[in-house]
Structure formats: structure tokens, C-alpha cells
């Protein structure tokens, strides 16, 4: 395993004569580290959301209610590292302690879970083996490596997390380079990022609005990026993870929360292609399924189906429409079927998401495409807003049912 790249590691020490080899240990293997030595004063406002790793001495004397009995020196400890570290939202934490005060173990994990929903990969090292050898990372990675053999899954998000790190650095090497240091580099390094607003943007960019071109701009390096991503990932050919033993599998609600997160948008504030409305209309509902089927808690939907790049050319006349419905996941096998295993070839199923907490599956009746005049949806409330990808596939279908042959023959 990696340690984090980019400052996703605290260590918590009270004494800064012994946190300091550790530190310098860590900086000088290119890794960022946040220190705190417990004090109130220097704790921060909030807590940390983005912590992976910590290090944490379990006896600490300057959080502030100090005291003899193992229960005060746990409470104190427990309280710093909450103080630190965002227990309260479902986190994973490697938490690395010493493993010289294990008396204080069970007091600790009794103050740190209460109210917690944090989740703990713990990890006990020996102090005096690791200073000895003046905190050697090669190590003290040994022995993570050793403690996550049962946790591939946090192994894989670091190393992943590690190879965003590299590839956001790799894109941003490459555009500093373009030019030469001069007096006017940066000038030209600006011209070239609202140049890409401009492309990336059409006419809805406002030249004059600063704000809208940086956004632009950045929305503009996604596609390099994943470039990029994609090669370094490539690359990257050894991260030690295994995938031997796996019985767990996911089910319906959380397949359906994964599924939104890679096809929902989760801009829902702004009228454009892929946004889902509520239909008041008089959509034949019983038209998608077999008859006898059970048609309860079914809402009719209709989904904006223009071309992406009408809205970001402004070439938009009308909001062309496309009808479907909600449905249970359950209901979807009464659809109806072209054979045993496929629906009827003007219906198009989406896959299992996640709305308002529901498992939901959206079908479309590629037959039923209409327009209306464009600013008719804009006081609309938005369901939800299918991405690019899910979008342009429904595009395609539609395109398709509308150009199949037709073939006469005896």
C-alpha cells in the first residue's frame, strides 16, 4: 500500500521531539502530513474531512483535562482525535497507534464509537522498533501492507486517489510548459484557458463574466484528464490487491446508489438535456405493460432528449421531449417483451437507481417524442438529470426506432 499523496495524514503526538522523526520521515518520501500535538488552542475549527491515515500517540498530557487514571487519559485522547477527524459521516480511517499503551485500548474505542459512524482499520506498531531504525517508511509500509491484507478495498481507493493525485499533476506540468518563463507567461497561459472556455462553453459563455470562464475552463481539462487518468492507470500494474475470497454481493439499494453516482448529475438546478419532469399528461400507462399487470405507485415522467450541443451553442428552439415512466424495480418484468429475454424495441429500460432513496427504473416509449416551446420547462421542478453518457444513449435509441428498415418481402 501508498500512503496518501496529497496531505491525507495527521499525526498526533504531545511531544514534538518524538513526532518530529516521524514527520521528517514521512516529508522526506514526498508525503504530506498534518501535525497536531493535542492542544486545544491549535486544534482545528472544524473537523477534517478528508483524513485517510493517522498516527496517534495514545497518552496525550496537553488535551486539556489531563489526569493519572487510564479512563481520563482515553477520554482526553478520544476527544482530541474527534476533535480532528469527522466522526459523525460514514468515514474509513487507518488509525496507527503505539502499541506501548495498550491499557488504554478498550476505554478509548468505548469513548471514540459512541455517537460515531465512522469506520476504524486499526493498526498497533511497535515505537521503539520504528525509531530505532529512525521511523524507516519502508517499514512502517511493511507493516500496513501486513495489517491491510483484509482491507484490499481502502488499499484500492488510496492507490487510486494516489494515481488522480499524479495524473491532476501530470496535465498541469504539461500546460505550464507550453510557454516559456517570462514576464508575460502568465498572460498567455490565461489566453489559453478562456480560449478552452470559449470551445468548451459555445455561446452560452459570457466573456465578461470571470467567474463563468474559470469554470468553463476547468470543465474543459475533463477530457484530458481522464486521458490521462486512464494511462497512468494503465501503468500502473502492481498495486497488491487481491480479490480472492469475495462472497459479499451488493444489494438492490446499494447497486442502485452506485448507479446513480455514475449516471445521475447531481446539478439539478439548471433546464438542459438529461433533466427528468414530473407528467401530468395523458400517457397510456398500462401501454408498457402486459395486461393484468399491476400498475400501482407508477408516475409518468418525461425527459429533455435535445442535443447537448444545441444548448451549448445556443442553437436551442424547442425542448424536445421524450415520455416515460417510474416504476419498482419489481415491475419491470411485466414490461413488455419482443421475446423471452428483451423488451418490446420501442421501450428503453434504464438501470437501477437511486431517487429520493428508492431503487427506481425509468422506461421510455421511444414512439411517444415530442417538442414544446423552448422556456416551457424552465419553472418545472427537475427530478433528476441523467449525464452525458446516459443521455446520448437514449439519443441513439431514439435514432435508431426512428431509422429501422422497413422490409417487404413474401
Not at 337 to 363: H, M, N, R, W
Request: contains cysteine; aromatic residues 10%.
Amino acid at each position: 500500500m501508498s500512503l496518501p499523496k496529497n496531505g491525507r495524514i495527521v499525526v498526533i503526538d504531545d511531544k514534538q521531539e518524538e513526532a518530529l522523526p516521524l514527520l521528517r520521515s514521512i516529508w522526506q518520501n514526498g508525503f504530506a502530513a498534518v501535525y497536531f500535538n493535542g492542544e486545544r488552542r491549535y486544534l482545528p475549527s472544524t473537523p477534517l474531512d478528508d483524513v485517510r491515515v493517522i498516527f496517534l500517540d495514545m497518552e496525550l498530557e496537553t488535551g486539556g483535562y489531563t489526569g493519572s487514571d487510564n479512563k481520563t487519559k482515553a477520554a482526553t485522547t478520544a476527544r482530541v482525535l474527534k476533535s480532528i477527524i469527522n466522526t459523525k459521516k460514514n468515514r474509513v480511517y487507518l488509525i496507527i497507534m503505539w502499541a506501548m499503551h495498550t491499557e488504554l485500548m478498550k476505554d478509548f474505542w468505548t469513548y471514540i464509537r459512541k455517537d460515531s459512524s465512522c469506520q476504524f482499520i486499526e493498526l498497533k506498531l511497535d515505537k521503539a522498533k520504528c525509531s530505532s531504525k529512525d521511523y524507516d517508511l519502508n517499514i512502517i509500509t511493511s507493516e500496513i501492507n501486513s495489517a491491510l491484507k483484509d482491507n484490499n478495498a481502502f488499499n484500492f481507493f488510496i492507490n487510486w486517489e494516489n494515481i488522480v493525485h499524479k495524473s491532476a499533476d501530470d496535465i498541469i506540468h504539461d500546460f505550464l510548459s507550453f510557454f516559456p518563463a517570462d514576464t508575460v507567461w502568465d498572460r498567455k497561459i490565461l489566453e489559453i484557458l478562456k480560449k478552452l472556455a470559449e470551445e468548451y462553453a459555445g455561446k452560452n459563455l459570457n466573456a465578461n463574466d470571470h467567474e463563468q470562464i474559470v469554470r468553463y475552463a476547468m470543465l474543459a481539462f475533463n477530457g484530458t484528464f481522464i486521458d490521462s487518468l486512464e494511462n497512468n492507470i494503465v501503468r500502473n500494474t502492481n498495486p497488491g490487491i487481491s480479490f480472492d475470497g469475495i462472497t459479499a454481493v451488493p444489494d438492490q439499494s446499494i447497486v442502485a446508489k452506485i448507479n446513480s453516482k455514475l449516471l445521475l448529475d447531481q446539478n439539478n438546478s439548471t433546464t438542459k438535456p438529461g433533466c427528468l419532469y414530473s407528467n401530468s399528461g395523458n400517457d397510456e400507462v398500462q401501454n408498457y405493460f402486459t395486461p393484468g399487470s399491476d400498475l400501482s405507485g407508477i408516475e409518468k415522467i418525461f425527459c429533455e432528449v435535445s442535443p447537448t450541443c444545441d444548448y451549448a451553442q445556443q442553437k436551442w428552439e424547442f425542448h424536445r421531449i421524450l415520455f416515460g415512466i417510474k416504476i419498482k424495480p419489481e415491475q419491470a418484468k411485466h414490461l413488455k417483451k419482443k421475446s423471452a429475454d428483451d423488451i418490446a424495441d420501442y421501450l428503453y429500460e434504464t438501470d437501477i437507481l437511486d431517487i429520493g432513496g428508492q431503487p427506481t427504473i425509468f422506461v421510455f416509449n421511444l414512439r411517444k417524442l415530442t417538442s414544446v416551446n423552448l422556456g416551457e420547462l424552465i419553472s418545472l421542478p427537475i427530478l433528476c438529470t441523467f449525464r452525458h453518457d446516459l443521455l446520448v444513449d437514449i439519443q441513439h435509441k431514439i435514432a435508431h426506432h426512428a431509422s429501422r428498415p422497413g422490409m417487404l418481402s413474401l
